[in-house]
């Protein structure tokens, strides 16, 4: 039992990572109700980002970004975990406006764009970083690990916990305690009692999708150094978010927290005994849970279980 505890603390990072994901897929799929399928490409987007403003060889090689690398890697982190995001979600953004052409159409074309924005993410990433795999370079405070009787703890994967359960909490905060975070919950609800309420409902789309683009840049900084930098993580880390999504209930945002949590923590244990499992894993446990209960741990019932 005294040797689970590393891949219960791994595993524990690692789903809140998977709650934030999903939280920002979840977010998109209720007021938009279009199934991301670019929320990958945007997660990887986030990382490559980061990258390039972490290191000098990271895909920025302009003269005048010397000065910039001169910063400490503290300094440099801060300034990537704010600006990535921010244009990523300018990124989502230009996805959103691309998507509104298919509001009120069958829901196929929106998933068709998404998919084909993924695409085209993917494919601009290799452009410009090729295709070999990277790793993310983290500021020495919360690199390396701990010794702890005769274990050894990783210092990142306790800070990737931390901070994940941080972000989980602000954006509920946000959600449940700010008049913005009510408006975005309606319309999710009710898209058209929001409108005859006089919000303007196309800014409030590209909001939220601005900001569930965010979201999954800032999972994809803070997994970087776990999971590595590549053009196809991003295919990696939208698999998760859905089983997440479907596993703790459309629409509850403690049941994406619950799901992500239980993901993770049993990747992380199945990992201690059979690694080629690991992965294989999430979807058994969303297996399991679904053939008992088709809305998910916290979702709302649904015809399927009539």
């Known amino acids: 039992m005294y040797d689970l505890i590393p891949h219960l603390i791994n595993g524990l990072a690692l789903?809140?990572?998977?709650?934030?994901?999903?939280?920002?897929?979840?977010?998109?799929?209720?007021?938009?109700?279009?199934?991301?399928?670019?929320?990958?490409?945007?997660?990887?987007?986030?990382?490559?980002?980061?990258?390039?403003?972490?290191?000098?060889?990271?895909?920025?090689?302009?003269?005048?970004?010397?000065?910039?690398?001169?910063?400490?890697?503290?300094?440099?982190?801060?300034?990537?975990?704010?600006?990535?995001?921010?244009?990523?979600?300018?990124?989502?953004?230009?996805?959103?406006?691309?998507?509104?052409?298919?509001?009120?159409?069958?829901?196929?074309?929106?998933?068709?764009?998404?998919?084909?924005?993924?695409?085209?993410?993917?494919?601009?990433?290799?452009?410009?970083?090729?295709?070999?795999?990277?790793?993310?370079?983290?500021?020495?405070?919360?690199?390396?690990?701990?010794?702890?009787?005769?274990l050894i703890y990783s210092n990142y994967r306790i800070y990737a916990a931390l901070f994940a359960a941080a972000m989980i909490g602000v954006l509920w905060l946000f959600l449940n305690r700010t008049p913005y975070g009510a408006v975005i919950k309606a319309g999710a609800h009710d898209s058209e009692m929001v409108r005859a309420l006089g919000y303007n409902l196309k800014r409030l789309r590209l909001f939220v999708f601005a900001f569930g683009a965010a979201l999954a840049a800032i999972a994809?900084?803070?997994?970087?150094?776990?999971?590595?930098?590549?053009?196809?993580?991003?295919?990696?880390?939208?698999?998760?978010?859905?089983?997440?999504?479907v596993l703790g209930g459309v629409g509850s945002f403690w049941g994406a927290v619950t799901a992500g949590t239980l993901v993770g923590l049993v990747v992380g244990l199945t990992a201690a005994f059979l690694t080629d499992w690991s992965m294989l894993s999430m979807y058994l446990l969303l297996l399991a849970v679904v053939t008992f209960r088709a809305r998910g741990l916290a979702g709302k019932a649904s015809v399927l279980e009539a």
Do not use: Q
């Open 220 to 245: 994809g900084i803070i997994m970087a150094p776990i999971w590595g930098i590549r053009p196809v993580v991003g295919v990696d880390a939208v698999i998760p978010a859905f089983v997440v999504i």
């Open 15 to 150: 789903g809140l990572l998977f709650a934030l994901l999903g939280l920002g897929f979840m977010l998109i799929i209720g007021v938009m109700e279009v199934i991301n399928l670019a929320h990958g490409s945007l997660f990887a987007l986030g990382a490559y980002l980061a990258l390039a403003l972490m290191a000098p060889d990271g895909g920025l090689p302009f003269a005048f970004m010397e000065p910039y690398y001169a910063l400490p890697a503290v300094a440099r982190y801060v300034i990537a975990l704010i600006v990535g995001p921010a244009l990523v979600g300018v990124v989502g953004m230009g996805l959103e406006l691309c998507l509104r052409r298919t509001y009120g159409t069958d829901p196929l074309y929106g998933l068709l764009l998404t998919f084909g924005a993924a695409l085209v993410l993917e494919e601009t990433i290799r452009e410009i970083w090729g295709s070999t795999e990277y790793y993310l370079p983290v500021p020495k405070a919360i690199s390396g690990g701990f010794i702890f009787g005769d």
